[in-house]
C-alpha cells in the first residue's frame, strides 16, 4: 500500500526550451535529478554553458537542441530530432522568455514582436510540435512559466505583463482541449527569482528594498523553488492537476 505519489521521473523525457540559465537550467538539473532524461533547449547550441556535463554527471540521457522558440522551423525540427533520439517526450517545460522593459509610451514595436514571438508564439508553437507527439502516446505534462506579472500590473512592463497573462489563460485553453488525450497542462507563476535575467534589477539596493516590502515571506525566490515545483507537476504527484496555474510568489499577489 502506497499512501503517496513518488516524485519521481525515472524512465520519462522532458523537454525544457531557454534551459542554459537560471530558471531553466534549474528545471534541467530538478527533473535529472528525479531521474528524467533530459532534452535540452538552447537558443544558440554553441556556446557551452557547462549545464550538459553537469546533467551527465547525474547519470541520465541527455540531449542538446538547437531552439530559437522564435522560429517555428526550429521548433519543429528540434522536436522532431528529439522524438528521433528519446522516441518519446513525456514532459514539456516552455521556459523561455523575455522581458524588455520600457515605459508604455516609449515602447518599441521591435520590443513588442519579439516578446509576443518568443513567450506566446514560442510557447504556443512548441505545445503543438511537442503535443502532436503526447495525443500518439495518450499522455503528457506541459508546464508553463507564467509570472505574477500576468495577475498584477508592475510598472514599465506593460507587455511582459501581457504575454505572462495570456500564458495563463492559453494555460487553460491546452488543458482544456488536450484532457482528453490525459495530457495535464499547468503553468507556473513566480515572483522575482534570482536568475542571470533580474540580477540587473536585483542588484539596485532601492529597487530590491521594494520588491522584498511586497513579498510577505520578505526573501526573493530561488531557480530551485520554481524547478522543484515544475517536478512536481510533471510528476505523478500531479495527476489530478490540470489548467492551475500555481503561484510561486511569497504572497506578493494576496493582499
Ligand atoms: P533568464 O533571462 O535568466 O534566462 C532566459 C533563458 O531563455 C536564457 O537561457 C535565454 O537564452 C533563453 N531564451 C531567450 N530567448 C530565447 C529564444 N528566442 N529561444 C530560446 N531560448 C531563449 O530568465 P529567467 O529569469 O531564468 O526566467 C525564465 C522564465 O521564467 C521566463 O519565461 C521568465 O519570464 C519567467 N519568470 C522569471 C522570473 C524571475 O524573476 N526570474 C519571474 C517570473 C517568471
Known amino acids: 500500500m502506497k ?4 516524485i519521481n521521473l525515472k524512465g520519462k523525457v522532458a523537454l525544457v526550451t531557454g534551459a542554459a540559465r537560471g530558471i531553466g537550467r534549474a528545471c534541467c538539473l530538478a527533473m535529472a535529478e528525479v531521474g528524467a532524461d533530459i ?6 547550441i554553441d556556446k557551452d554553458s557547462g549545464l550538459i556535463d553537469e546533467l551527465n554527471e547525474l547519470g541520465v540521457n541527455v540531449l542538446p537542441v538547437q531552439m530559437d522558440v522564435s522560429d517555428k522551423k526550429q521548433i519543429d525540427e528540434a522536436v522532431a530530432q ?3 533520439h528519446f522516441g518519446r ?4 517545460v516552455n521556459n523561455a522568455g523575455i ?11 521591435e520590443d513588442f514582436d519579439k516578446t509576443i514571438a518568443v513567450n506566446l508564439k514560442g510557447t504556443f508553437f512548441t505545445s503543438q510540435a511537442v503535443g502532436k507527439q503526447m495525443i500518439e502516446q495518450n499522455s503528457g505534462r506541459i508546464i508553463n512559466l507564467s509570472s505574477q506579472a500576468g495577475f498584477i500590473a508592475l510598472a514599465e512592463e506593460s507587455v511582459y505583463c501581457m504575454t505572462k497573462a495570456g500564458i495563463s489563460h492559453l494555460t487553460k485553453c491546452f488543458a482544456a482541449e488536450w484532457a482528453k488525450y490525459n495530457i495535464n497542462v499547468n503553468a507556473v507563476a513566480p515572483t522575482f527569482i534570482e536568475t542571470p535575467g533580474t540580477e540587473p534589477w536585483l542588484n539596485k539596493p532601492e529597487f530590491k528594498k521594494d520588491v522584498l ?13 520554481v524547478a522543484s515545483a ?3 507537476l510533471a510528476s505523478p504527484a ?8 500555481m503561484m510561486i510568489d511569497g504572497g506578493w499577489t494576496i493582499v
Open 99 to 109: 522581458a524588455p522593459d520600457n515605459l508604455i509610451e516609449n515602447y518599441t514595436e
Open 89 to 92: 517526450i513525456d514532459i514539456l
Open 213 to 225: 516590502s511586497k513579498i510577505l515571506l520578505n526573501k526573493v525566490g530561488q531557480p530551485i523553488d
Open 39 to 44: 532534452a535540452v533547449g538552447l537558443r544558440d
Open 3 to 6: 499512501y503517496i505519489h513518488d
Open 238 to 245: 500531479g495527476d489530478m492537476i490540470t489548467g492551475s496555474t
Open 82 to 84: 528529439i522524438i528521433s
Open 230 to 232: 515544475v517536478a512536481y
